[in-house]
């Protein structure tokens, strides 16, 4: 689309916001792009609903104002950059080698929907993202989750609160404050360890929490131990977790999640389990609760859990929610489609890969929202890659720093008769070379 939106082969910020609004027009679902065009500056653009967050900063240079821009605010912190604001939902920031910002709308009808999970789980604590402290959010969860617990005469013998480290401390401080509860830190966790619950398979998730938590046994002996996580999603972490605080000598252990049941699978840009594999698929929660073998099980509210975020800011009203309610903002995400997500994953377990994300379309969608910006898929091309996807993989860099999925190359989309085309990053980018770097978080679905 850069080709085409470009007269006479010169691109100015006119031609690459006029490509970006193409990209809008035949992509859908949440992604956020930044991308190096050689030669002329820095593309970064958002998706028309905001589900994936993208903020830009700006330091002070000797040479004039230097631009970044990254998923959360604490990257831009750490590398002395100041916040200058959020990318809004839909908008193109271009960034020429001059040091000139150029911002533009781009979406005929945005609306700012960020994705809730990145509050309850993805993001840093430290980060502000689209004007809301992760940090305050949380504990504000932790809050909503206290006047839960308070109306439950069953959990009046709790002698101790202790968290899932890391991203549930924040709740589990508050919860315990509110209810004037002791707090302890009864688990110790190894940093090198990854994410469990994106890990492909059962054996290697099981074996990988014990390896990353390791209980400190006088926190928990003889004791009634409310243990508070973030969220549940297959139960696997939660079950071993319960059963490291009995092996430690717990009396009775109780279970809260800061984050209602996870019973719908996550298309924008979460590798989350397709619904059958999600431990609250189909189970009420003391179903749950003997599942994870906890003696009592705690959900926060859905209604509760969005008032915690809104509370940090009353700006945000809508949230992206599908894990929780089973409502696709996009309006695009049908049975059929997670059908085929379904049957996707079960084909990758059955060949025994070393990734669980689906992994015919996971790179794909690298060269067609690429290839859209240099020009090169016809309406062909594009009809056959409806089901275009590409997960974001959250890497465990100390705590959870952000490592955005970068695909291999070289690579073709399916049925693809122009394997010379697609990747437009193949060769150091020699086929394409306006389009040499390139980075995308989130998923989408191509149209044609």
């Given at each position: 689309?850069?080709?085409?939106?470009?007269?006479h082969?010169?691109?100015?910020?006119?031609?690459?916001?006029?490509a970006?609004?193409?990209?809008?027009?035949?992509?859908?679902?949440?992604?956020?792009?930044?991308?190096?065009?050689?030669?002329?500056?820095?593309?970064?653009?958002?998706?028309?609903?905001?589900?994936?967050p993208?903020?830009?900063?700006?330091?002070?240079?000797?040479?004039?104002?230097?631009y970044?821009?990254a998923?959360?605010?604490?990257?831009l912190?750490?590398?002395?950059?100041?916040?200058?604001?959020?990318?809004?939902?839909?908008?193109?920031?271009?960034?020429?080698f001059?040091?000139?910002?150029?911002a533009?709308?781009c979406?005929?009808?945005?609306?700012?929907?960020?994705?809730i999970?990145?509050f309850?789980?993805?993001?840093?604590?430290?980060s502000?993202?689209d004007?809301?402290?992760?940090?305050e959010?949380?504990i504000?969860?932790?809050?909503?989750?206290?006047?839960?617990?308070?109306?439950?005469?069953?959990?009046?013998?709790?002698?101790?609160?202790?968290?899932?480290?890391?991203s549930?401390?924040?709740?589990?401080?508050?919860?315990?404050?509110?209810?004037?509860?002791?707090?302890r830190?009864g688990?110790?966790?190894?940093?090198?360890?990854?994410r469990?619950?994106?890990?492909?398979?059962?054996?290697?998730?099981?074996?990988?929490?014990?390896?990353?938590l390791?209980?400190?046994?006088?926190?928990?002996?003889?004791?009634v131990?409310?243990?508070v996580?973030?969220?549940?999603v297959?139960?696997?972490?939660?079950?071993?977790?319960?059963?490291m605080?009995?092996?430690?000598?717990?009396?009775?252990?109780?279970?809260?999640?800061?984050s209602?049941?996870?019973?719908?699978?996550?298309?924008?840009?979460?590798?989350?389990?397709t619904?059958?594999e999600?431990?609250?698929?189909?189970?009420t929660?003391?179903?749950?609760?003997?599942?994870?073998?906890?003696?009592?099980?705690?959900?926060?509210?859905?209604?509760a859990?969005k008032?915690?975020?809104?509370?940090?800011?009353?700006?945000?009203?809508?949230?992206?929610?599908?894990?929780?309610?089973?409502?696709?903002?996009?309006?695009?995400?049908?049975?059929?489609?997670?059908?085929?997500?379904?049957?996707?994953?079960?084909?990758v377990a059955?060949?025994d890969?070393?990734?669980a994300?689906?992994?015919?379309y996971?790179?794909?969608?690298?060269?067609?929202a690429?290839?859209?910006?240099?020009?090169?898929?016809?309406g062909?091309?594009v009809?056959r890659?409806t089901?275009?996807?590409?997960?974001?993989?959250?890497?465990?860099?100390d705590?959870?720093?952000?490592?955005?999925?970068?695909?291999?190359?070289?690579?073709?989309?399916?049925?693809?008769?122009?394997?010379?085309?697609?990747?437009?990053?193949?060769?150091?980018?020699?086929?394409h070379?306006?389009?040499?770097?390139?980075?995308?978080?989130?998923?989408?679905?191509?149209?044609?």
């Amino acid at each position: 689309m850069l080709e085409r939106a470009a007269q006479h082969h010169r691109l100015d910020p006119e031609a690459i916001f006029r490509a970006v609004v193409g990209v809008h027009r035949r992509c859908r679902g949440a992604y956020a792009i930044v991308a190096m065009i050689a030669g002329y500056g820095m593309l970064a653009f958002r998706d028309p609903y905001g589900i994936r967050p993208l903020v830009i900063g700006v330091a002070e240079a000797p040479g004039g104002p230097e631009y970044m821009v990254a998923s959360e605010s604490v990257a831009l912190d750490a590398c002395g950059f100041r916040v200058l604001r959020d990318v809004d939902p839909g908008e193109a920031i271009y960034v020429d080698f001059a040091g000139t910002m150029h911002a533009r709308q781009c979406a005929e009808s945005p609306r700012l929907v960020p994705c809730i999970f990145e509050f309850v789980y993805l993001a840093r604590p430290d980060s502000v993202i689209d004007g809301t402290s992760v940090y305050e959010s949380r504990i504000h969860m932790g809050a909503a989750l206290a006047r839960r617990i308070r109306a439950m005469p069953e959990t009046q013998d709790v002698d101790v609160v202790i968290p899932i480290p890391d991203s549930s401390r924040p709740s589990a401080m508050q919860l315990a404050n509110d209810l004037a509860l002791t707090y302890r830190e009864g688990f110790v966790k190894n940093r090198y360890i990854g994410r469990t619950f994106i890990m492909p398979g059962r054996a290697m998730r099981k074996k990988s929490v014990r390896q990353k938590l390791n209980p400190i046994g006088m926190e928990f002996a003889g004791k009634v131990v409310l243990l508070v996580d973030d969220s549940i999603v297959r139960g696997t972490t939660s079950r071993e977790i319960v059963q490291m605080a009995r092996d430690a000598g717990a009396r009775k252990v109780y279970f809260a999640s800061a984050s209602p049941p996870v019973r719908f699978p996550n298309v924008y840009g979460i590798d989350m389990p397709t619904q059958h594999e999600l431990v609250a698929h189909g189970r009420t929660h003391d179903e749950i609760s003997r599942e994870i073998g906890a003696d009592l099980l705690i959900y926060q509210e859905l209604d509760a859990l969005k008032s915690a975020v809104r509370a940090a800011n009353p700006r945000l009203t809508e949230f992206e929610a599908s894990c929780f309610d089973g409502h696709y903002v996009t309006g695009d995400v049908t049975p059929e489609y997670l059908a085929q997500l379904a049957g996707t994953r079960q084909l990758v377990a059955l060949t025994d890969l070393p990734h669980a994300y689906d992994v015919r379309y996971a790179d794909d969608i690298f060269t067609w929202a690429l290839a859209f910006l240099a020009g090169q898929l016809g309406g062909g091309d594009v009809a056959r890659a409806t089901s275009a996807r590409m997960t974001s993989v959250a890497g465990a860099m100390d705590d959870v720093q952000r490592i955005d999925y970068m695909a291999p190359s070289p690579v073709t989309g399916p049925d693809s008769n122009d394997a010379g085309d697609t990747d437009v990053r193949a060769n150091g980018g020699q086929n394409h070379p306006e389009l040499a770097v390139a980075r995308i978080i989130g998923s989408v679905t191509v149209a044609g």
